[in-house]
């Protein structure tokens, strides 16, 4: 049960460890895999068989890090606040695309373990936790062919309008429900999964307030995938459609129902903005070291660009913005994570700050390499590629921005931050 527990954080000196140790992984595994990966053509190759991704996938499991979330009590890492934010910029700053993709593996065990299942857990749960392989691979499936932005908006008048409402449908039926519909290409890890947490609709009527949470082993009969996505950047993390063709699941599966959707769905948004938050920061880190480093070796009008005092000048605007990054992605994580009361518009304000932050650092770095820059000879605009996808990823900046105003507006509460305090 307790395999892991000797990697368990808490002491500064057990966190320097930790972060050495992924550090390394980083480095040595998912820098250099995700490279390779960035530059398969074919997104079908980046999750074939004999691709490195599998690789990856087992050398991550072997280290714990599939279960970095989950208490040492059940045998996971036991990482919250500090010790899951050093976890995930250490990752990202490596490969944000690899790192996400494990990150997002555990998400259906998750919240099945967290659910006390007891059923869900001894069959799914616990091989989950020890999978060495790297073979069940988690996927959060919410986004949908019709419905991205308007999914993720718990809270607002427009989650309850009852003339919009989801696509992927469970009707009970006895002892089961029988879902339908599809979900979008936009599924991290959606055509390598094995099982997802699905964010579907039960009550139509209520709007994209009328959900539930499903646990959904996508080897059942009706689940079939469309083909992966080729996209801009974050090239190593599998994304693609899936579909559900009356799949029948046991009634207790249905890990949350309608009366406790919107908590549920507010409790997953925090968790995942303030961790996009911490895996930017690492993405920001990477940019800002890879052009302070060029600017050390690169000769202009005699003398290394960095004794140019307009370059040093980009150099510490760069340094500072990945501070900053650092200190409200880990205020969002340390808080939303051992809190009893989680903060959504706090985590937003770190994503979206942190990811448009990172956007910024990405872009300078690459203009600090001049015409090096734009040559895939060079890490840095493949960076820049992935900094890119991450103002959408998730909820767009703008989408994500106007659900913390209106939170922050009926809340009333100007001065006070728990977050901060
Ligand atoms: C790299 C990556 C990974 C992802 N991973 C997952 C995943 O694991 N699981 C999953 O389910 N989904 C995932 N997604 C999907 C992601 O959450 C959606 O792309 C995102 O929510 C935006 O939805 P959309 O693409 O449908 O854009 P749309 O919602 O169609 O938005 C299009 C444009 O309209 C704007 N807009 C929309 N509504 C409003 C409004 N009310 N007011 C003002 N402007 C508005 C948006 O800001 C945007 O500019 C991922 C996406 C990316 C890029």
Known sequence: MDTYRELYVESPREIESLKQNVHRFAKEVLRPTSAELDRLADPRDVISLDSPLRRVFKSAYGLGYHVANMPTEIGGLGLRGLGAHVLLEELSWGAVDLALSILVASFPFSAAAASGNVELYQKFVKPFIDDREGSMIGCWAITEPQHGSDELVPGTPQFHNSRVSGQVIARADGDSYVISGQKAAWVSNGTLATHAALYLTTEPRSGM???????????????????????????????????????RIPRTWMLTGPDNYERELNRTLTFANSS???AFTGVARAAYEEALEYSKQRVQGGKTICEHQLVQKHL???????EACRALSRAAVIYNQTSATPSLEHAIAAKTFCTQTCFEVASDALQIFGGNGLSKEYGVEKLFRDARASLIEDGTTDVLSLAGAYRILSQNAAGHSPVAD
């Open 316 to 322: 510490f605007e760069m340094f500072t913005k990945v």
């Open 276 to 278: 996009m938050a911490a």
């Open 209 to 247: 307030a009328g959900g539930g949470i499903a646990f959904v082993p996508l080897n059942l009969p009706g689940v079939s995938k469309g083909k992966p996505l080729n996209k801009l950047g974050q090239r190593a993390l599998n994304q693609g459609e899936i579909f559900f063709d009356n799949v």
